[in-house]
């Protein structure tokens, strides 16, 4: 099966410009999750949804990232504005219940300059 | 959020030796996983352990859920170059409503 797709790999923006980061799960996983991981650091959740709905955004930065899920598939995270400490890579996984292990994608890294 | 210590941070040994990475928390889980993650990449699950006591083998990998189930352990025989990556343990729970809390890792680097 394909595994979780995500775009674009790379980023550099300067800060307050915003950037938008793609997911597209494995076909049939309801659940998909948007982790942040800092360098040197394990991945930090910061949004679950089950179909298109959100279960957990309790990490999210509201105030500057917004995430969506339409039609339960595909979903975008937006930033905006970046901040230089927003600099990470940002993963994408689903699973196919929320119990069971994670594919994770291969992850957009984002330089904020 | 359940947090989930890691140890050592680093790790660096030589082909053949054996180690063992600890993965420890005050929280309870219902499932723990391990992960590899190489550079680059996303992480890959190795090992999904859901029962205290439950001991798991993936060929030259043994993975070990404590009794309480509040910590874990992954010790590897014979490490080969190919093993070095940084290994994440990752803990879920109804009360994170089943999403993973991840330790920051162990960072192994096997030389030949």
């Known amino acids: 099966e394909a595994g979780v797709a995500q775009s674009p790999r790379y980023k550099i923006i300067e800060k307050r410009q915003s950037v938008a980061f793609w997911c597209n799960p494995i076909?049939?996983?309801?659940?998909l999750y948007w982790y942040q991981q800092i360098l040197g650091q394990g991945p930090k959740l910061l949004i679950q949804?089950?179909?298109?709905?959100?279960?957990?955004d309790s990490q999210l930065p509201k105030d500057r990232f917004s995430a969506e899920r339409l039609k339960g598939v595909d979903s975008t995270l937006k930033i905006q504005p970046a901040k230089l400490e927003d600099s990470a890579v940002y993963l994408c996984?689903?699973?196919?219940?929320?119990?069971?292990?994670?594919?994770f994608g291969s992850g957009t890294r984002l330089t904020v300059v | 959020t359940q947090l989930l210590e890691q140890s050592p941070q680093f790790l660096s040994i030589q082909e053949g030796e054996n180690l063992t990475v600890y993965c420890n928390s005050s929280?309870?889980?219902?499932?723990l996983q391990w992960y590899r993650q190489e550079p680059g990449e996303g992480p890959v699950l190795l090992v999904t352990?859901?029962?205290?006591?439950e001991v798991k083998k993936l060929k030259r990998l043994t993975f070990q859920f404590g009794d309480a189930r509040k910590d874990s352990s992954l010790h590897i025989t014979a490490a080969q170059p190919g093993d070095t990556g940084l290994y994440l343990c990752?803990?879920?729970?109804?009360?994170?409503?089943?999403?993973?809390?991840f330790g920051k890792g162990t960072s192994l680097l096997v030389t030949p």
């Open positions: 996984a689903s699973s196919s219940q929320q119990t069971y292990g994670y594919t």
């Open positions: 929280s309870v889980f219902s499932s």
């Open positions: 076909s049939g996983h309801a659940t």
């Open positions: 949804f089950q179909n298109n709905g959100v279960v957990d």
């Open positions: 352990v859901v029962t205290g006591g």
């Open positions: 990752a803990g879920g729970g109804s009360n994170s409503g089943y999403a993973l809390n």
